[in-house]
Each structure stands twice: as C-alpha cells, then as structure tokens.
C-alpha cells in the first residue's frame, strides 16, 4: 500500500517562503517520479512541477523560478521550496506519484495521492 504524507504547510505573507515536505512509503521511492498539484476554491486542480527518478525537473509557468522540487530518495521524501509567494498561491497543495504513461501536466496519470497541506499567502 503507497501512501504519501504532506507537511509544512501554513500562512505566509507575500514575498515569504515555504517549504512542503511529502514523505512516501510502501515502495521503492527512488524508482518512482513524483509530482505537486495545488487546488484553490472553485478551481480545478492544477500541475505545480514535476521531478523525474533521475531529478530533472519541469515547473509550471506560473511558479518557474520562485519555486523549487527536490527529492531525497534515502528519505523517500520529496519537496517543494516555495519561494516569493503571492496571494494566488494560495491552494491545498498535493504530492501525488507519477503512473508512468502519458503527459505528466494531468492529474488523472497519477496514481497515488497525499491528502494535502494548505497554503495560505496573506497580501
């Protein structure tokens, strides 16, 4: 059974910083890409970045350059540093495991999800 734990979340001001953790299990992490969605109030959800088992790594355009995804693969982890945030950032962020096939910019070609961790960015 995967399972995908996110933390960090939290209040920010905007131009501030934070840093999502999600922590995996039930198997071999560093075989598996992994990526972050978000998903604001009345909005569908939307692909945030993308971190391939080899570490490379493709961002949105709206966060490229503020933010950042990164993996730890002795940890199982993978993050998301988030930095110069603004109040459209504001989302319950998810981590969610890549099932391999087909665009990795659509919700529905990953396999297994987080609960989600909440952003909030204050103006």
């Known amino acids: 059974q995967v399972q995908l734990v996110e933390s960090g979340g939290g209040l920010a001001q905007a131009g501030g910083s934070l840093r999502l953790s999600c922590a995996a299990s039930g198997r071999t992490f560093s075989r598996y890409s992994m990526g972050w969605f978000r998903q604001a109030p009345g909005k569908e959800r939307e692909f945030v970045a993308f971190?391939?088992?080899?570490?490379?790594?493709i961002y949105a355009n709206s966060v490229r350059g503020r933010f950042a995804i990164s993996r730890d693969n002795a940890k199982s982890t993978v993050y998301l540093q988030m930095n110069s945030l603004k109040p459209e950032d504001t989302a319950v962020y998810y981590c969610?495991?890549?099932?391999?096939?087909?665009?990795?910019?659509?919700?529905?070609?990953?396999?297994?999800w987080g609960q989600g961790t909440q952003v909030t960015v204050s103006s």
């Open positions: 969610a495991s890549y099932g391999g096939r087909n665009t990795i910019y659509s919700a529905s070609n990953f396999d297994y």
């Open positions: 971190i391939s088992w080899s570490e490379g790594s």
